[in-house]
C-alpha cells in the first residue's frame, strides 16, 4: 500500500497535466516578472503541486522592494503571484542615505540602481523615526505633513520637484527648490512648522508679485515662518540696501 501511494504521488508531481501552463504576475512596476520568479525561486515549467506557497510568499517578502505578497495556485496549472511594491517618498540622509516609502518607512538604503530624482531630508537622526514602540518625533511628522501637503496638485510645490529638506530642531524646515517655481528663481524657502497650506497660498502671492516686479532676478530666501509676515532676501542686477524687502 505505502509502494502503491509513493507510486500515485510521483505520477502526480511528474504529470505534465500539473505543469504550470500559466502564471500571473500582478502588481510589479519596478520590478521585472523574471525578478520575482527568482525571488521566490519559482521556474516557470515547474509542476504546480511543488510550489511550496508559504515559502515562495516568504521570499518575495524578502526583498527590499516587495512590501506585501500573495501566492496562490489553480489547478491543474495556474500560478498567481500578487505583490505591493514600496512607493519611495524621499530618501533620508543621516550620514547613510535610506529610501522611505509613504507611510515613511524605511525599506532600505540607498544603492546605485535607485532612483535619485526624489527629494533628500537631512537634518534628523533614526531617534526620529517610527521603530517598534518608539513613535515617530514632531519633526519628522512635519516633514511628512510637508511632503504629503506638496503632492497635492492644487499645491504649487506639486509642479516643482523639491532637491532638499532640511530640518533644524529650533528653525523649522527650509526647503531647497531643484529649479525655478514657476519660471521664478527661488534659492531656499524656510517654512518652519505647522500651517504649510496656507504658507504655499502665501508664497504663490509672492511669487505674482515677483513675476510682476521685474526688477528682481528672483529670490535668494524666503521666510515664510511668521504668519504675520514675509521676509524676503531678493536676487538682484544691482546693490539694494540690506538686500532685504519685507512685504
Known sequence: MSLFFIFCHDIILQSPYFKVTSLNITGNNRLSEQEILDTARIRPDTNVLLVNLPLARKYLLSHPWIA????????????????????PLAIMDMGRKFLINLDGKIFKEVSGTDPVDLPVIEGLDFSDLDIGDIRRSANFDA?????????????????????????????????????????????????????????????????????????????????????????????????????????
Open 68 to 87: 506585501a505578497a500573495e501566492v496562490s495556485r489553480e489547478l491543474p496549472g495556474k500560478l498567481l503571484l500578487s505583490i505591493k511594491e514600496h512607493r
Open 143 to 247: 516633514v511628512l505633513s510637508l511632503l504629503e501637503i506638496g503632492r497635492n496638485p492644487a499645491c504649487i510645490l506639486s509642479r516643482q520637484p523639491i532637491r532638499l529638506i532640511h530640518v533644524d530642531r529650533e528653525e523649522g524646515v527650509t526647503l531647497y527648490s531643484a529649479g525655478p517655481i514657476q519660471s521664478v528663481r527661488i534659492n531656499a524657502i524656510k517654512i518652519g512648522y505647522q500651517d504649510y497650506s496656507e504658507k504655499f497660498v502665501r508664497l504663490e502671492k509672492i511669487i505674482a508679485y515677483i513675476k510682476a516686479n521685474k526688477q528682481f532676478q528672483g529670490i535668494d530666501w524666503v521666510d515664510l515662518r511668521q504668519m504675520n509676515r514675509v521676509v524676503i532676501n531678493p536676487l538682484i542686477s544691482e546693490p539694494h540696501s540690506d538686500g532685504h524687502k519685507e512685504i
